[in-house]
């Protein structure tokens, strides 16, 4: 089985695939700036909320902010600051100030060896970039960091950008979702069992 076709600019494409059990499917896809989702019929995968971890570098003075972006890279929000030996619950309620983010009451005291651990509720079930480090005047450690605990992942799809994506087992049905987000160029894909 071989399926071809061409998406245009700025449009959505579905195609719904039955494959045939034990098989895998292989997707290319020819374009710029490309996302492409595979979702799995028969299974219901749950999603997965980002997880980042933040430190104040073992300060012993100084704050800093916390700058949230979307995928797309628009700038959501940026706290106030966060003190250096802030509380878990302050740095929640920072966060939470920002229009379209939720986040969990953060485990940890924000050190280096025991970090803030914040889950995102909202948005929920998304790989999100890292937050970033703003107006950081934290001194006497190695200054504020965010590393990355747990990536997102939506509902019951993987996502890939500008590759091939590689051959997926076939357990039963399998549901192929193609998005262009921002092309210059009609994308071309081709779907191979």
Known sequence: MVQSGSVAVGTTATLIVAAGRGGTLILAHR????????GRSDVALAGVDEIQDVDDGDA??????LRVTDLGGKVLGTTDVIPFNETAANVQ????AISGV???LPTGVGSVADPYVITFSEPGDTDLPLMTIVDDTTAGGAGAAVSANTDGASEGWTMVQNDVLPPFPVAQGVSLY??????????????VE
């Open 60 to 65: 012993t003075s100084g704050d800093f902010k």
């Open 31 to 38: 374009g710029t700036a490309v996302d492409i989702g595979i």
């Open 178 to 191: 193609g998005v262009v987000a921002a092309s210059t160029e009609p994308v071309d894909f081709l779907l």
């Open 93 to 96: 309620i920072a966060l939470n």
């Open 102 to 104: 939720t986040v969990g």
